[in-house]
């Protein structure tokens, strides 16, 4: 009975693609914690900037800065994408695609000139097997990015916007809103809109209007803000979607154990089944040889 | 008495967070030290050295732009990054200054860029020949 062999092969395989799931999950859950770590790290700055934007706003200043500009005619617009680098993260991935060529579909009909830069070797290759050009490619990011090459990329997008090379930019990425919940997104990031009060309700409390005495000038601190609060929003689209990346592996990996497991016990019982009846199948054939014996 | 409290936070992590007697801050126009009970403040930082003194030690730190905030005796300082100025060695500084005169000044704004990073290197340098 070869069947009985080969199903004992399979349950072993299984096995063996159960310990890896396993272990992968634990990875993604060890890592996840980390990118978790970085990015409320990351909160202490947002917030601090947000406190200081509040705070110009009440000392009556006009919010004026090239990059705040909103354009009447969007002619050439950049599209930022952000990808895993690695597979198995479930439907991570092509959430983010599928919303990213909505845009760009909505973009084109508007007859807008669109470039593409697609972080993460997932995207990179998508797009390939689409034939869709892709002007900028980055795969240096992983589930730690730093800071410094975002900002890299900030300042050479602040410059093009500024010197209206580009119109807009749209970044596709995964936001992070809770651990059961993150979903693909697409924002427009330039023409910056200052960051909303995140948590009115705490201002309301201490509504001590503060007089601060700038140096040199409120227009000049507004001029590192806004560039800076931009640098960081992009910052903080890269920590979302390294964190959400790593969730959606976590559950991908986790429901991929869970149905090895299931397949496991499925081919158990059929090999235990096929062995209980070729043993019965011996048997019976004993029992005829011995009463074929004894006649 | 409330004391002077220092927090330095850059876009990664909150690096420094601690109480200190007296703080110099590198505003973008020259040194500006801060004592206890300060008037509320918001001012942009330039390249150069951030001060925190505690008792008799002082620790000294590079900081790269930003802004600085005071506010009820805390002093937060925004930046992108934060080294202390013993790991900046003069090779580095020399490095960064060659670094700096070889990008091109073309358009507007490379020559901003330009004047920036060689602020950069020339505030480093002030910084290793201490």
């Given at each position: 009975m070869a069947n009985i062999r080969e199903l004992d092969k399979r349950r072993k395989s299984i096995r063996n693609i159960r310990k890896i799931t396993r272990t992968m999950e634990l990875i993604a859950t060890a890592r996840f914690k980390k990118a978790m770590d970085r990015a409320a790290a990351a909160n202490d700055y947002t917030m601090r900037m947000a406190q200081i934007v509040r705070d110009l706003a009440n000392a009556g200043l006009e919010t004026s800065h090239p990059l705040l500009e909103k354009r009447p005619e969007v002619r050439s617009a950049t599209m930022l994408m952000l990808t895993s680098n690695r597979g198995l993260c479930g439907g991570y991935n092509s959430a983010v695609i599928r919303a990213a060529m909505q845009r760009r579909d909505q973009l084109r009909s508007q007859s807008a000139e669109l470039d593409l830069e697609i972080s993460g070797k997932r995207g990179i290759s998508a797009m390939k097997f689409r034939s869709i050009p892709i002007d900028r490619t980055y795969t240096q990011f992983e589930d730690e990015p730093a800071f410094e090459e975002v900002a890299e990329i900030a300042d050479r997008l602040m410059e093009e916007f500024i010197s209206r090379r580009i119109d807009r930019l749209d970044i596709a990425y995964t936001r992070f809103i809770s651990i059961s919940k993150q979903e693909a997104v697409v924002e427009t990031l330039l023409p910056f809109s200052q960051p909303e009060e995140e948590q009115p309700h705490q201002d309301e409390q201490k509504q001590l209007v503060v007089n601060y005495e700038f140096l040199p000038s409120a227009e000049s601190i507004l001029e590192e803000v806004v560039p800076a609060s931009f640098r960081v929003k992009l910052f903080k689209c890269f920590l979302d979607a390294a964190v959400s990346e790593q969730i959606a592996r976590m559950i991908a990996m986790k429901s991929a154990t869970e149905n090895a497991g299931e397949i496991i016990k499925q081919l158990s019982m059929t090999y235990n089944r096929a062995r209980q009846s070729k043993i019965t199948g011996e048997i019976m054939e004993i029992i005829g040889g011995v009463e074929a014996l004894n006649k | 008495m409330s004391q002077l409290q220092c927090v330095v936070v850059t876009p990664e992590r909150t690096e420094i967070d601690q109480v200190a007697e007296a703080i110099t801050v590198p505003l973008f126009d020259g040194q500006m030290g801060i004592l206890r009970g300060h008037s509320p403040l918001v001012g942009r930082l330039g390249f150069g050295v951030l001060k925190i003194r505690k008792s008799d030690s002082t620790t000294s730190y590079f900081i790269e732009g930003g802004l600085v905030q005071v506010q009820s005796d805390v002093v937060s300082v925004l930046t992108d990054r934060v080294t202390p100025?013993?790991?900046?060695s003069r090779a580095d500084a020399e490095q960064a200054m060659a670094d700096a005169r070889q990008l091109p000044a073309e358009s507007p704004e490379q020559r901003a860029a330009k004047e920036k990073a060689i602020a950069r290197a020339r505030a480093m340098l002030r910084v290793a020949s201490q």
């Open positions: - | 100025t013993q790991a900046i």
